[in-house]
């Protein structure tokens, strides 16, 4: 065999791909969409077990009536075409129509409402987020850009912070189950006072770990707030939707955390001001009120001030003494009325108009005429005095 150069073999790799794969027609699901400042798309399409490369000039692309996305099932038609310089192949697209939405959206929808249904994204179960945490865990790829962006971030906003670095797998089958269990960690151990659960962007299947239901489950049970920071501002996960605060990049995350410690010494200059300013105020009050002093001014403030208890006594003692007066005539009254009362229910009241009370030697009071007997002695008691008698007849007083 003659000896090829890796130009040569290219070439002719190129001519047999190119000569023999044309006017194709795939369908896949789109992975990686990347649209370019040119209106070119470079994306991907897959399906569970293979991934291959595809470009859409712009000639192309405005003919297409939607907005690709990653996650969405296409059937696109089109030649292969190698890129020399890589040495890759790739489907240069020439149309695309919509074949449904892809089978990870759909799984991520139906599992976004299952996990709504049962109240894991409701706001009252949100935890706020510490505005000043001393110790912060950051549970991320420990060779992932997001992590330099957070360390980068508090240390020059907040270098006094403790970061609590707990590596985990962000990507791929085993991310889910490592980055649930690096959660439950910090919760164990009381590792810090908020968590931070991220990685940078990545395609749809690339974020698909933080949807899955250990890694929902663990941010759920938290009893230390979670802050989700997945991706880019554009993209989603379920975890943003379960976690107590949703940062739309890992630098956003280590912002809200971190509290410069320039803002917070402008907060302190703020206090320390109105502390000074409400001191000054004091004591030039005092000031005054001292210079305003002297022993004439104080003996005339004495003298105004006894004056007002003197004038406060009398009023008292004048509203005492006619109350006393008032209710003393009242009893009077009162008293006068009462002994009129008893002296007309008195007898000897009744014994001063004529009338006589009779009662026999024995003191027994006589009340009517048959109840004296002949010869019996008896006592008339008048109103001045008693007449000492005997009975010489009784008589009916029909008679």
């Known amino acids: 065999m003659p000896k090829l150069t890796v130009a040569e073999l290219t070439s002719l790799i190129k001519s047999t791909l190119e000569g023999s794969f044309y006017g194709l027609t795939v369908e896949g699901e789109i992975s990686g969409f990347r649209p370019a400042s040119t209106g070119h798309w470079y994306f991907s399409l897959k399906d569970k077990d293979a991934v291959i490369g595809c470009c859409m000039w712009r000639t192309s692309t405005a003919r297409v009536p939607f907005r690709p996305k990653d996650g969405m099932k296409v059937i696109v038609t089109g030649n292969i075409s190698v890129f020399e310089p890589r040495g890759t192949y790739q489907i240069i697209c020439s149309s695309m129509q919509s074949a449904g939405e892809g089978d990870i959206l759909a799984m991520l929808e139906e599992r976004k409402r299952r996990y709504d249904s049962l109240g894991y994204f409701d706001i009252s179960l949100k935890k706020p987020i510490p505005k000043r945490p001393a110790k912060v865990a950051v549970i991320t790829s420990p060779t992932g850009a997001a992590l330099q962006d957070i360390l980068q971030i508090t240390g020059r906003r907040n270098g006094g912070m403790d970061i609590i670095i707990l590596p985990a797998i962000v990507q791929g089958q085993d991310a889910a189950p490592s980055i649930a269990a690096r959660i439950k960690e910090v919760n164990e151990f009381l590792l810090a006072d908020v968590i931070i659960v991220g990685r940078g962007g990545g395609s749809v299947e690339d974020l698909l770990p933080f949807s899955e ?31 107590d605060l949703r940062a739309p990049t890992p630098s956003a995350a280590a912002e809200l955390v971190c509290e410069s410690s320039m803002d917070q010494l402008e907060k302190v200059n703020k206090i320390r001001q109105s502390m000074v300013e409400a001191i000054t105020t004091r004591l030039s009050s005092i000031k005054l009120r001292v210079a305003a002093f002297s022993p004439s001014s104080a003996k005339a403030q004495l003298e105004n001030r006894l004056s007002r208890v003197r004038m406060s006594l009398d009023s008292s003692q004048r509203s005492i003494m006619h109350s006393m007066e008032n209710a003393l005539n009242e009893k009077k009254a009162l008293s006068k009325l009462l002994r009129r009362q008893l002296e007309a229910l008195s007898p ?47 008589k009916d007083g029909g008679q």
């Open 213 to 243: 239901d250990c890694v929902i489950e663990a941010i759920h049970d938290s009893d230390i707030p979670v802050i989700s920071a997945v991706g880019h501002e554009i993209d989603w996960a379920l975890s943003d939707y379960v976690a």
């Open 348 to 394: 000897l009241a009744v014994m001063q108009r004529g009338y006589a009370i009779i009662s026999s030697g024995d003191g027994k009071s006589i009340r009517r005429a048959f109840d004296a007997k002949p010869g019996q002695d008896i006592d008339i008691r008048m109103s001045d005095g008693i007449i000492k008698a005997g009975v010489k007849e009784v």
